[in-house]
């Protein structure tokens, strides 16, 4: 009897996931409020525990700074311990300066309204390229606006909670941008693969696009505006079938290392 | 109920560790699924009701991480529940290699669930070749995983000497 009921609840969670897979709107609508409720608690949960780690972190990278400052004074015979312990901390002081003197600088030079958030999280699956941060909505976020970081475009949110955002990032099976290749006005769509390159789609082969060549954001799609850097050519490929060609580019931002990412709030 | 809220509390933990730790060391292969040993578990040794209640929470738990389309989770994480019904009258997990065995080889049967879903959907995921090519490593992690949390239920005296039939 047992087994008849949760067999039966099983097949209605089946049934109804299904529906909200396919957006039927009546389900996806409660879905969308009970997902959220778990979502933001989950953010928030994140951006607690990665406080703690983050010191860590932190006091890890001073801790090695100070084995090799430690060399450094043991070979000049500990003269300058004291001055080269404070050298240490300066540099990690400089070096967190010119991180956010770039974002600074990035964000003013913006047209649009920029918000600068802490990465707290990373996606759980290999199946999906995003990252979590630790600003939503009370801070004006929401859905598709686009996330950039000093060296490039990121992504975009995908879900805007009250106090946490879902990033999805360029790399991503199910992100397009589309694009133009810089100072030669040729466009395409750059595809996420899921892996560390994207796809560059729809470029003809009679079009001249070369490797090295750095692509930009067009500002056609809707979401991203036109001119962020996107990537760089790494392989160009004309003797595949077909009209197009079969261009791989390598983003010039590494979702893996973000420390803090920029938020076009428009 | 109890069992099953401080099972769902310890997945929410470990999943909010995973995800932050992985901010900083973050490698595509220890991206292995910590609910499905949980999951395995509680079919096999306790109350299927409750197996089932923690499986669609598992779900909203692991979509909270995820910036997969909604729904995903769930659907996956009822699936392997159901998978595991079917396999609970057919086999009988006596030692924690078979419980890794088993959860290895959910992991990858919920990575063709996501497959085949895909497929239906059209456009859930246009590359199968980034789940394809993490299908190996991450059933292994997720093997070896259920590996340490067998001790940890056997040394708490959690999975009984028989399997509790209904």
């Known amino acids: 009897m047992r087994s008849y009921i949760a067999l039966s609840g099983a097949l209605l969670a089946l049934l109804i996931s299904f529906l909200v897979l396919t957006n039927v709107p009546f389900f996806s609508g409660l879905y969308r409020n009970l997902g959220s409720f778990f979502a933001e608690i989950s953010g928030r949960a994140a951006k607690m525990v990665d406080k703690p780690i983050r010191k860590m972190a932190n006091y890890y990278e001073m801790y090695v700074d100070l084995v090799e400052a430690k060399r450094e004074v043991i070979e000049l015979r500990k003269k300058v311990e004291l001055l080269s312990l404070e050298n240490q901390r300066l540099k990690e002081l400089e070096r967190e300066n010119r991180k956010l003197k770039m974002i600074l600088e990035i964000s003013e030079s913006m047209k649009e309204r920029t918000l600068v958030a802490n990465v707290v999280g990373e996606d759980i699956k290999s199946w999906y390229k995003g990252i979590i941060i630790d600003k939503g909505k009370e801070s004006g976020i929401a859905q598709k606006m686009p996330v950039i970081c000093p060296k490039g475009l990121v992504g975009q949110v995908v879900e805007a909670n009250r106090g946490s955002s879902k990033i999805m990032v360029i790399n991503d099976t199910n992100s397009a941008v589309d694009v133009y290749v810089e100072g030669k006005e040729i466009r395409g769509v750059a595809e996420g693969t899921g892996f560390s390159t994207l796809k560059l789609k729809y470029v003809k082969k009679n079009e001249d696009v070369e490797i090295g060549d750095t692509l930009i954001t067009s500002g056609k799609d809707g979401i991203f505006p036109r001119g962020i850097p996107v990537g760089i050519v790494v392989n160009v490929n004309k003797k595949t079938g077909g009209v197009f060609s079969d261009i791989a580019v390598v983003p010039f931002s590494d979702y893996r290392l973000l420390d803090y990412v920029l938020v076009l709030t428009r | ?166």
């Open chain 2, 1 to 166: 109920m109890l069992e099953v809220s401080l099972s769902a509390f310890y997945l929410f933990f470990i999943t909010t560790l995973h995800s932050v730790l992985l901010k900083y060391f973050s490698f595509d292969f220890l991206k292995f699924d910590v609910a499905i040993p949980l999951l395995v578990y509680q079919t096999f040794f306790r109350r299927i009701n409750w197996a089932c209640v923690f499986a669609i929470i598992s779900g909203f738990i692991q979509e909270g991480f995820s910036t997969c389309p909604p729904g995903t989770f769930v659907f996956t994480k009822v699936s392997i529940f159901l998978l595991c019904l079917l396999v609970r009258e057919r086999f009988f997990i006596e030692s924690e290699q078979t419980f890794a065995l088993l959860c290895g080889l959910f992991y990858i049967l919920e990575s063709l669930v996501t497959i085949g879903l895909s497929l239906i959907m059209g456009g859930l995921t246009s590359s199968y070749m980034n789940i394809f090519t993490y299908l190996m490593p991450n059933g292994v992690f997720t093997a070896l995983f259920s590996m340490i949390l067998y001790r940890f239920f056997l040394r708490f005296n959690q999975i009984p000497g028989e399997k509790e039939w209904e």
